[in-house]
């Protein structure tokens, strides 16, 4: 990779991988863009177009200016939301999918969006889902996140653009907030932890789902971008996952740094429907075995991390 166009730029997974990539690239050779200009933050002042996923011509223009060599396009709406706004959710996440990869095939770029744990749905191994398996997601998100997987690879498959992408679990980090996903409480609750020693959960007690560490997340996608296209049998896309959590876990791991941390629920129905639909954990080991995939986070260092990271801040 040498220039980088980034789409949902400003977004929880945006914000990071754009600092991260111009750490390693350079300020000028990763553009980000976004629906809005940044207010704040650490992209402010930075290399920036506002950029809205719906308009194709304006995703060609954009590339015709910049000339990347690699779109990594991050905008998407996430579970939640796109339960509550169904149709807005298949206008940007599929409208914007295929403007993306569009304007990657006409002009020779190689591609990166994300998946999630949300392809897979009720009938999908709950346990160690593996990397080829059931996919009959019953959320929205999860129907265009199965879409968006199988387009990438008929654009590899058909038009030969480079595509290649990662099944994300939840992203926990402390930069940016996410916003709409139904993994949200686990980062809330560290936030919540350190500003008032308390956290009401909208995910219920006893369910689990995947989760990994912001870090581990950057890492792989650049791993995954970096990869021998010669050794990758999958593409679109791979289990990543550091850890299968439940709230309770979480819970008793902040209380060894907040003593009297407490935890309780208000479980919120179309959340908690979304999470059950999910697997309780997924198997990594094709991600492993093709590029290297290695987390480096496991619950007690990411917890450290998070409360350590959070404090410096207050
Ligand atoms: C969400 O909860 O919607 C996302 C995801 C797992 O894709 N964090």
Redesign the pocket.
């Known amino acids: 990779m040498e220039r980088i166009l980034i789409t949902g730029a400003l977004g929880q997974i945006g914000t990071e991988l754009t600092v991260k990539l111009r750490e390693i690239y350079g300020d000028d050779k990763v553009l980000a863009t976004d629906i809005n200009e940044p207010a704040e933050g650490p992209l402010k002042g930075k290399p920036f177009k506002i950029l809205d996923v719906r308009r194709y011509d304006e995703m060609v223009e954009t590339a015709d200016e910049f000339k990347p060599d690699t779109i990594m396009h991050m905008a998407a709406l ?3 939301t796109c339960e509550e706004k169904p149709l807005i959710a298949w206008d940007i996440n599929m409208g914007g999918l295929v403007n993306a990869l569009e304007t990657a095939r006409k002009r020779g770029i190689k591609f990166f969006t994300p998946s ?3 392809a897979f749905g009720p009938s999908t191994p709950k346990k160690d889902a593996p990397q080829t398996t059931i996919q009959r997601p019953t959320s929205m ?1 999860g129907v265009n ?1 199965v879409a968006g997987e199988l387009l990438c690879d008929y654009y590899f498959k058909k038009f030969g653009v480079d595509t290649r992408g990662l099944r ?4 926990i980090s402390h930069v940016k907030e ?1 916003g ?5 409480y686990a980062v809330e609750i560290y936030f919540e932890a350190v500003k008032s020693g308390k956290y009401t959960s909208y995910i219920g007690e006893g369910t689990y ?1 995947d989760m990994m560490y912001m870090d581990d997340a950057i890492d792989a996608v650049i791993q995954l971008m970096e990869a021998d296209a010669e050794d990758l049998i999958d593409r679109n896309a791979f289990n990543v996952s550091a850890m299968s959590v439940e709230p309770g876990m979480i819970a008793r791991e902040i209380e060894k740094h907040i003593p009297g941390f407490e935890l309780d629920y208000d479980v919120d129905p179309v959340r908690q429907g ?1 999470a059950d639909s999910w697997p309780d954990s997924i198997d990594t080991s094709e991600a492993e075995k093709q590029w290297g995939f290695r987390p480096k986070y496991d619950l007690e260092k990411m917890t450290t991390e998070m409360i350590n990271a959070i404090r410096d801040k207050a």
């Open positions: 996430l579970s939640a999630s744990i949300g998100y996140k994300f679990p939840g992203l996410p709409g996903g139904t993994t949200d789902m979304i």
